[in-house]
């Protein structure tokens, strides 16, 4: 039998993603085993929950340029991932810029959550660039991590209309509760192995391109034919 899919969580700040992808694993509909989390900072509140939940956590000094990791910090996460066996590495309000060294240690295996419908608003405080440019809809996105900034393909998203008395509070609050809300899913998609890349487009394996030409299916040269 295999074992069950492990996760490690990378977060810089309060942890509510973290709390939800837990709360996801306790209530069993996770599909995968949190195990450990590292953080580059030492009052990250995401590290005492993670602790308090009987987590692995490790504090990485960062090093480097404001923003990124350095070689050592990255081999050190890389080290610290892989004692724990982990497959899956959840960036959960991480504020630094994964490099080379995790992007080749956990390929199409780093998963980040952002508050905005990407590629709109990549970024910091992408709730108050959504306001300001004044969309009328945005969101959050779970996509796979590339070297880019909030590039990688898009795993799953989900939408919020914005409030003409919205504040960038108010608003990244309503996109905090979809983000709770689909992180978890995609980290049991991912772990189920039904997640399935057509260059960019990543689908549901069997629920995409089903649409192979057959023998005697008429159908297929349809346009007008719905599918059942
Ligand atoms: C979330 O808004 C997430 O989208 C962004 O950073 C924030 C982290 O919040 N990447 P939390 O630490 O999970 O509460």
């Given at each position: 039998m295999t074992r069950e899919v492990h996760v490690g969580v990378l977060a810089s700040g309060r942890g509510s993603n973290f709390q939800a992808l837990w709360a996801a694993e306790q209530a069993g509909v996770l599909g995968a085993r949190l195990v450990c989390l590292l953080s580059d900072n030492p009052s990250a509140n995401a590290l005492q929950r993670a602790?308090?939940?009987g987590l692995q956590t490790r504090l990485v000094d960062?090093?480097?340029?404001?923003?990124?990791?350095?070689?050592?910090?990255?081999g050190e996460?890389?080290?610290?991932?892989?004692?724990?066996?982990?497959?899956?590495?959840?960036?959960?309000?991480?504020?630094?810029?994964?490099?080379?060294?995790?992007?080749e240690a956990f390929p199409n295996a780093i998963l980040n959550i952002h508050p905005s419908l990407l590629p709109s608003f990549p970024g910091l405080e992408a709730p108050r660039q959504a306001l300001e440019h004044g969309v009328k809809v945005t969101g959050c996105t779970v996509h796979l991590v590339d070297a880019g900034i909030d590039t990688?393909?898009?795993?799953?998203?989900?939408?919020?209309?914005?409030?003409?008395?919205d504040t960038p509070e108010t608003l990244s609050a309503r996109i905090l509760e979809q983000?709770?809300?689909?992180?978890?899913?995609?980290?049991?998609?991912?772990?189920?192995?039904?997640?399935?890349?057509?260059?960019?487009?990543i689908g549901v394996r069997d629920r995409i391109d089903t649409r192979a030409p057959?023998?005697?299916?008429?159908?297929?040269?349809?346009?007008?034919?719905?599918?059942p």
């Open positions: 602790a308090d939940r960062a090093g480097g340029k404001r923003g990124q990791l350095s070689e050592t910090a990255q996460i890389v080290a610290f991932l892989r004692h724990h066996e982990v497959d899956l590495v959840c960036l959960a309000g991480f504020m630094r810029i994964v490099g080379r060294t995790l992007l990688g393909p898009i795993v799953t998203q989900a939408a919020v209309a914005v409030r003409v008395d983000e709770h809300r689909i992180y978890p899913e995609a980290v049991r998609l991912w772990a189920s192995g039904e997640l399935a890349a057509h260059g960019r487009r057959r023998a005697n299916d008429a159908s297929h040269h349809s346009n007008s034919e719905a599918r």
